[in-house]
């Protein structure tokens, strides 16, 4: 059984920078080159929104234009752990922050890769505030 576990929410002024994690267990990601997991997040009273994704064996990634150019979705295959560094963050960017994983051998793909509905594996979530 997949379980994804995030970590490194928390608190920080505008302008400031958090690097989330998770790590996943029960099965290797990036061990079919088209695996994908993503980032996704969720705001009181607003949808859960895709945020980033990476093709773990190609190294495609995939943001959402409102993150583009100030977070970075990397992996650490040693680790089986996905990261979201995310630099320049606004009170917008407050949020619940989830992690999430396709079914093995599943492509992320340009046009589908913030699609929640295909992604089956979720972590519990961590918060990310952003004071102004």
């Known amino acids: 059984q997949v379980q994804l576990v995030e970590s490194g929410g928390g608190s920080v002024q505008a302008g400031g920078s958090l690097r989330l994690s998770c790590t996943a267990s029960?099965?290797?990601?990036?061990?079919?080159?088209?695996?994908?997991m993503g980032w996704f997040r969720q705001a009181p009273g607003k949808e859960r929104e895709g945020v980033a994704a990476r093709n773990l064996g190609y190294g495609s990634t995939y943001y959402a234009d409102s993150v583009k150019g100030r977070f970075t979705i990397s992996q650490d295959n040693a680790k089986n752990t996905l990261y979201l560094q995310m630099n320049s963050l606004k009170p917008e960017d407050t949020a619940m922050y989830y992690c999430a994983a396709k079914a093995p051998g599943v492509g992320c793909f340009s046009n589908l890769w913030d699609r929640r509905g295909m992604y089956n594996n979720w972590g519990q979530g961590t918060q990310v505030t952003v004071s102004s």
């Open positions: 029960g099965y290797t990601y990036s061990t079919v080159k088209s695996d994908c």
